[in-house]
């Protein structure tokens, strides 16, 4: 599967009901939801994932999942997780995910 393959699925997967941008972050395309990053599709086909902090360990356990890192070694932090091609196989990985990053983004409140 490509990126390019990959961000159409996640095109596809988004909720109609906000305002949905695409801008090129972090090396790849990233999904705004409302003026806030949902996903960002990343160019070797992973996918990074902004969830709640406190989930992190939690999440961390879904085999595929790791902690996101910005560059070659900086750490983006408990909110965010990477999730490798082979954990995005199905429409139904991709959706757990997606909703994993929806309800953290539904959460967060209002954009700024």
Known sequence: MTDD???A???AALPGDGVVREVPMFGGLA????????????????????????????LLSIPD???????????MGP???TVAADG???????GDWLAVALE?????GPPR
């Open 65 to 75: 999942a790791r902690p996101a890192v910005m560059g070659a070694d900086r750490p």
């Open 104 to 108: 953290h983004h539904g959460r967060a």
């Open 31 to 58: 999904f705004m939801l409302d003026k806030r990053m949902v996903v960002s599709v990343g160019r070797d086909g992973t996918l990074a994932v902004r969830v709640d902090p406190g989930r992190s360990a939690e």
């Open 79 to 81: 909110g965010w997780i």
């Open 88 to 94: 995005l196989r199905t429409d139904g990985q991709l």
């Open 5 to 7: 393959d990959l961000a």
């Open 9 to 11: 699925r996640v095109r």
